[in-house]
């Protein structure tokens, strides 16, 4: 895609140096000499950041952040400073594929927001849902379907995953900053935010061999009913902020 908008991939970065270096290198592989890689690191305490910093690709800009904020505030400042029209989110552990910048960039031509389907590295399988229920993925069909996506996002049933999402620049001026009371689940912020907004992409291509292991920020294991409440409480909280926010820009 010769044509396709300038590109920021946002990375946030937490004692990953264990695989940090091959998720840079299958990013780099698809940008262009004109985007970036934006990776802000959360204080993390073995050598995650000497390692990107090691690159010594001009197209990294890495940002130390001297406290560990989690990684909804580190994801925050790293979109913050990113410039490219669309703007992709990576973790610091997965594999892209090879067609990842160019699906998710073309499915934004004609949305605000872009998730993608995924598969698990080392397997090649598909994720498997809440309910154990394989084959979990995305579906083109779905994509107007605002109140079963929304739902779907609440019920936790939506594979919306922000290591296969991008977003639009001209989408930001709504969808930030994340609200002080977001201290999870970023991804899904941005995902109820192009449902509610019309805009959402459903890319049924798998773009990312997401890792499994147990580090993951996304528990691969269900939480128990607290949490999972918790969780629910704060998305609705999403639903009501974000409305509120389109509402105020229209």
């Not at 080392?122 to 379907?145: F, S």
């Amino acid at each position: 895609m010769a044509d396709r908008p300038s590109v920021s991939v946002v990375m946030a970065t937490y004692n990953g140096v264990a695989y940090v270096e091959e998720q840079i290198a299958s990013i780099l592989e698809q940008l262009h000499p004109g985007d970036e890689l934006v990776v802000v690191d959360d204080a993390s305490t073995d050598a995650t950041a000497d390692v990107v910093a090691a690159i010594g690709d001009p197209r990294i800009r890495l940002v130390r952040s001297l406290e560990n904020r989690g990684y909804v505030r580190t994801f925050e400042a790293a979109i913050g400073a990113s410039s490219g029209e669309a703007v992709l989110l990576a973790d610091q552990d997965d594999v892209w594929l090879p067609r990842h910048v160019e699906a998710l960039a073309e499915a934004l031509r004609d949305h605000r927001v872009a998730a993608s389907n995924l598969r698990v590295l080392g397997t090649g399988a598909g994720l498997q849902g809440p309910t154990g229920k394989a084959g979990w993925e995305l579906r083109a069909r779905d994509e107007d379907r605002t109140l079963a996506n929304l739902g779907g996002v609440l019920a936790g049933v939506r594979p919306y995953y922000g290591c296969a999402m991008a977003v639009r620049r001209d989408a930001l001026a709504t969808a930030l900053p994340f609200p002080h009371w977001l201290t999870e689940s970023h991804d899904l912020w941005l995902a109820t935010y192009g449902i509610l907004a019309g805009s959402i992409a459903h890319v049924e291509e798998p773009t990312v061999l997401r890792r499994l292991h147990a580090d993951n920020q996304t528990p691969v294991r269900p939480r128990g009913v607290v949490p999972a409440l918790r969780s629910r409480l704060m998305l609705l909280r999403a639903v009501v902020e974000l409305r509120r926010r389109i509402s105020r820009r229209r």
